[in-house]
């Protein structure tokens, strides 16, 4: 997987973009906007950066990753299709009775979620959880973990942050997909949490910020995390919620919303016109 170009990591994330629609149309509902602002950074993570076999989703030294922000499941699942850990056709199951990718991951039912989430703020508590056993027991992998910006107005989510620097879990990467909006407005307007890099610095963390969409980015910001100890790093990704579908891009209405036959050809006619131009 090292020598994956940013090219090529461009046109997988196009294919996990489709990924997430498919996913969402066939299920008539879910969140396709804060799927699609977190799609580069869980293609980098998956394809690039995590110590991950999809034949062995339970490999002890396995990296471990949190969807803190569970309701982007579609971008998990799509990114995990992708990557070999389920065939894509399955994505179409979204949120189906008995299916394994139900609308916030559970560990329970697909083999590769290493916890389930959905209920925010929990998840980067478990990570720190994961973080801390990874050290005490001299395993040596690494976690990551992506927050929303409306998630971090939990109150759980600064205890977590306290204790991850009390307890140095420089094995800890928190990112927070700051792409201003949260279920029904701004996150300003639902109760700001600016400025978000000074207020995880003053909890003790590295912190870098960068754009989410930009892959050369995501992985000078991920090397930084490696090569900082003594604290965890919180990478502070601008990014646009509904990224990569011109009609949801910004648009709060997109938070936890379908598109219907006619909306879902348009935004599958713009991904695959954008994957032919990269393959062209
Ligand atoms: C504890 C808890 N409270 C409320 C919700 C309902 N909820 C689901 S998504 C969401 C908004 C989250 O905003 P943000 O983290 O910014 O998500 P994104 O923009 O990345 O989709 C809320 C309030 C929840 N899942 N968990
Ligand atoms: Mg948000």
Not at 60 to 72: E, I, P, Q, T, Y
């Amino acid at each position: 997987m090292d020598a994956i170009s940013k090219k090529e990591l461009a046109k997988i994330a196009c294919n996990v973009r489709m990924g997430i629609i498919e996913g969402t149309f066939n299920a008539k509902s879910g969140h396709p906007g804060g799927s699609l602002s977190i799609t580069e950074i869980l293609t980098y993570l998956y394809f690039k950066e995590m110590n991950i076999n999809p034949e062995k989703p339970t490999a002890c030294n396995r990296d471990r990753f949190v969807l803190s922000k569970g309701h982007a499941a579609p971008a998990l699942y799509s990114v995990m299709a992708n990557r070999g850990f389920f065939p894509v056709e399955e994505l179409k199951t979204l949120r189906k009775v008995d299916s394994r990718l139900q609308g916030h991951p559970s560990m329970n039912y697909l083999p590769g979620i290493d916890i389930s989430s959905g209920s925010l703020g929990q998840g980067i508590s478990a990570a720190c959880g994961m973080a801390l056993g990874s050290k005490l027991k001299g395993d040596a992998f690494r976690v990551y973990t992506i927050l929303g910006d409306g998630e971090i107005e939990e109150g759980q989510v600064w205890e977590a942050a306290m204790y991850a620097a009390a307890k140095k879990l420089d094995n800890l990467v928190a990112f927070v997909d700051n792409n201003n909006l949260q279920i029904d407005g701004t996150v300003e307007e639902v109760n700001s949490p600016y400025p978000i890099p000074e207020k995880f610095a003053a909890f003790g963390w590295n912190v870098i910020e960068i754009d989410g969409h930009n892959f050369d980015e995501i992985e000078a910001a991920l090397n930084e995390a490696k090569a900082t100890k003594g604290k965890p790093t919180a990478i502070i990704a601008t990014t646009t919620k509904g990224k990569g579908v011109s009609f949801m891009e910004n648009q709060v209405n997109w938070h936890g919303s379908a598109p219907n036959a006619e909306q879902y050809e348009i935004a599958m006619n713009e991904l695959k016109a954008l994957l032919n131009e990269m393959e062209g």
